[in-house]
């Protein structure tokens, strides 16, 4: 394992698992206090909200930013896409730079490459396929290469999905929806390095 590698988080199951034991054993040693008259009624419900909400504070910022960050175990869904431009390869590379200049993408470039992305991982892990903003956070990733040719560049493309590990495979309408988006950035590109008044 690269020393980068992240470590897979812990399944559901077993977090659930921790988390149901650490629960009962929390609770069955505070009502043996509570019977012996060490604690109180209301100190013994205050207790256990604090644990419901430790556990709660270790999920949203410990666990799903580290499951968002972590490498899936299944193939990445990508999108490929080549075509020829007739300019030089770094200003086809600041033309698709400066297609992607609205806030909810993120770009890094060099002379001859661009990388974007967008969406969160992590919003769309908390908040879910079901709501406007998770599914708007559905993250992808695109990768932009211009190569030299004999008449402007050649440039590559890939987009691909960046959600982080998740148990569960991919729904097939999250598939089509990373392959749907992915074309459209890859789109977005392709225009601004077509050349002709573009």
Request: with cysteine; hydrophobic share 40%.
């Given at each position: ?30 009502r043996e206090l509570r019977d ?100 708007d956070a559905l993250p992808l ?7 030299p040719s004999e008449e402007g ?46």
């Amino acid at each position: 394992m690269a020393a980068t590698e992240r470590r897979r988080p812990r399944s559901t199951a077993v977090l659930f698992m921790i988390s149901f034991v650490t629960m009962f054993v929390a609770n069955a040693i505070l009502r043996e206090l509570r019977d012996r008259g060490i604690i109180t009624t209301p100190v013994l419900v205050l207790a256990m909200v604090f644990l419901l909400g430790g556990f709660a504070v270790y999920w949203r910022f410990y666990w799903v930013p580290r499951a968002s960050s972590s490498e899936p175990d299944r193939p990445r869904i990508t999108v490929a896409e080549t075509w020829h431009s007739p300019y030089p390869p770094r200003e086809a590379a600041d033309r698709m730079r400066d297609a992607f200049t609205d806030p909810a993408a993120r770009v890094t470039a060099d002379d001859t490459s661009v990388h974007v992305r967008t969406g969160s991982d992590t919003t769309y892990r908390i908040r879910g396929a079901g709501s406007a903003k998770g599914w708007d956070a559905l993250p992808l990733a695109v990768d932009f290469a211009a190569a030299p040719s004999e008449e402007g560049c050649n440039i590559t493309a890939e987009a691909r999905d960046d959600l982080g590990y998740y148990e569960d495979h991919t729904a097939p309408f999250v598939e089509i929806e990373v392959r749907r988006r992915g074309r459209e950035l890859i789109r977005r590109a392709a225009v601004a390095t077509a050349g002709g008044g573009q």
